[in-house]
């Protein structure tokens, strides 16, 4: 771990997360253009934010990571794998975001790292997650964790009122990885 990483546990949201995941939630989409949600399109309330974090925690080769420091959500990383066998060897990043004021202290690092980790213990070879391509700091961070550029998806998100295109990117993990 470099200087600048923060020491913060990385581990698997609990249902009991909920209200502190609403408040990171909140906090993130409220920073950042580049999430896919608008700040107002977040589900706050506890009870469906229970239940949609039980549905991740039960489906197979999906789940969240949340960084904790002292009680407090700091940032987040979401995935969700494939059901049919022919990709049940990939998965995709739905999220990755961390408070703005916690940016650029190692924790988006941690929470790949871990994920690759994970990763490896249920069988996955390959992980996909899409970044808007003005997000330089988002696809700076991908790349040092060994994100590759697959591709471009033109005219894939709509950003205040004019198309934005993404980037596709890819890790394989194998065993020589971080």
């Known amino acids: 771990m470099s200087q600048e990483e923060a020491k913060v ?18 906090n993130v989409y409220a920073e950042s253009d580049y999430l896919l949600l608008e700040p107002d399109e977040l589900n706050r309330d506890p009870g469906s934010v229970r239940q ?8 197979p080769r999906s789940t969240i990571f949340v960084a904790e420091e002292d009680g407090t ?7 969700k794998g494939e059901a049919y066998r022919r990709v049940r060897h ?18 988006g690092t941690q929470l790949c790292r ?3 980790a994970w990763g490896r213990r249920q069988g996955i070879f390959r992980i996909e ?7 330089e700091p988002g696809v700076a961070l ?9 591709g471009v998806k ?11 295109d993404e980037y596709l990117l890819v890790k394989f993990l194998d065993d020589d990885d971080d």
Not at 73 to 79: A, I, P, V
Not at 129 to 135: E, F, G
Not at 154 to 164: G, K, S
Request: contains cysteine; aromatic residues 8%; neutral net charge.
């Open 9 to 26: 546990l990385i581990r698997e949201i609990e249902e009991r997360d909920a209200e502190a995941f609403i408040a990171l939630l909140e």
């Open 52 to 59: 949609y974090i039980r549905n991740y925690l039960v489906t």
């Open 73 to 79: 959500l700091l940032g987040f990383l979401s995935t």
């Open 90 to 107: 990939r998965v995709t990043v739905g999220g990755l975001a961390v408070l703005a004021d916690r940016r650029k202290q190692g924790i």
């Open 114 to 116: 871990n994920l690759f």
């Open 129 to 135: 997650l899409s970044v808007i391509t003005k997000n």
């Open 142 to 150: 991908c790349r040092k964790v060994g994100f590759d550029i697959e």
């Open 154 to 164: 033109l005219h894939a998100v709509i950003l205040d009122n004019q198309l934005m």
